[in-house]
């Protein structure tokens, strides 16, 4: 696996397919972002092979491994052994399920002061599936989403899998909230509170774990994804 310039300062790669509850299987995205000090940030670790590593090194010193949501720690514990000085920050309700690492912080509303001038961050509260942190980099105008956001090729699953996935919205002409997130968010206030900060960042660029990322327009392109939740 190897590294992708997706816009300035912020690199994106993709690896192998993960499978989850009931058989489905989710392709993985991980996003590395490198800070002012040319320090980096590394969202949503995903597989660590040797090619990557060499890769990531070559951009700078990994010092943040970012768990956003608490369904995103595959791979935590290879990239904490990879990089034993880099901190962990781990989204609400990790720490509990992972007790075999040790985390340096939970995220939340407030930005880390290691970021705190390049990297805005908001929880998007309220969910019972999930709770996911959304991320955006201000030099690159780009939003990250974890599972939030999600488009799946209208083929990637068979049988009955394909069909709970057209139903759950995962297989959409464009990416969107899959169907059981929204059942999921039962503080439609506390959601609404922090989507309405999400569609005030102005930003250009989308990117999601899951999903094709969008390069343009990305603000408009929020504000319709979370349309329903008006």
């Given at each position: 696996?190897?590294?992708?310039?997706?816009?300035?300062?912020?690199?994106?790669?993709?690896?192998?397919?993960?499978?989850?509850?009931?058989?489905?299987?989710?392709?993985?995205?991980?996003?590395?972002?490198?800070?002012?000090?040319?320090?980096?940030?590394?969202?949503?670790?995903?597989?660590?092979?040797?090619?990557?590593?060499d890769a990531v090194n070559e951009l700078g010193e990994v010092k943040y491994l970012i768990a956003p949501n608490n369904l995103?720690?595959?791979?935590?514990?290879?990239?904490?052994?990879?990089?034993?000085?880099?901190?962990?920050?781990?989204?609400?309700?990790?720490?509990?399920?992972?007790?075999?690492?040790?985390?340096?912080?939970?995220?939340?509303?407030?930005?880390?002061?290691?970021?705190?001038?390049?990297?805005?961050?908001?929880?998007?509260?309220?969910?019972?599936?999930?709770?996911?942190?959304?991320?955006?980099?201000?030099?690159?105008?780009?939003?990250?989403?974890?599972?939030?956001?999600?488009?799946?090729?209208?083929d990637w699953y068979r049988g009955w899998r394909r069909i709970v996935?057209?139903?759950?919205?995962?297989?959409?002409?464009?990416?969107?909230?899959?169907?059981?997130?929204?059942?999921?968010?039962?503080?439609?206030?506390?959601?609404?509170?922090?989507?309405?900060?999400?569609?005030?960042?102005?930003?250009?660029?989308?990117?999601?774990?899951?999903?094709?990322?969008?390069?343009?327009?990305?603000?408009?392109?929020?504000?319709?994804?979370?349309?329903?939740?008006?």
């Amino acid at each position: 696996m190897t590294l992708e310039e997706f816009a300035e300062d912020i690199w994106i790669t993709d690896g192998p397919e993960i499978v989850a509850a009931a058989g489905f299987h989710y392709p993985t995205r991980a996003a590395v972002i490198r800070l002012a000090d040319q320090s980096l940030f590394v969202w949503s670790p995903i597989e660590l092979d040797q090619a990557l590593r060499d890769a990531v090194n070559e951009l700078g010193e990994v010092k943040y491994l970012i768990a956003p949501n608490n369904l995103h720690h595959s791979f935590l514990a290879e990239w904490r052994h990879a990089y034993p000085l880099a901190k962990l920050y781990a989204a609400p309700g990790l720490v509990s399920k992972r007790e075999d690492l040790k985390f340096d912080g939970i995220l939340g509303d407030t930005p880390n002061m290691e970021w705190v001038d390049q990297i805005d961050q908001v929880v998007a509260d309220g969910n019972v599936l999930t709770n996911e942190v959304v991320f955006y980099h201000r030099k690159s105008r780009t939003v990250l989403f974890t599972d939030l956001l999600q488009q799946m090729p209208k083929d990637w699953y068979r049988g009955w899998r394909r069909i709970v996935a057209m139903l759950d919205l995962m297989t959409e002409d464009q990416p969107t909230v899959p169907r059981k997130f929204r059942l999921a968010f039962k503080d439609r206030k506390a959601a609404r509170q922090a989507i309405d900060k999400i569609e005030s960042w102005p930003s250009e660029k989308v990117l999601m774990a899951h999903g094709t990322p969008v390069h343009s327009n990305g603000q408009q392109f929020i504000k319709d994804a979370f349309n329903w939740l008006r």
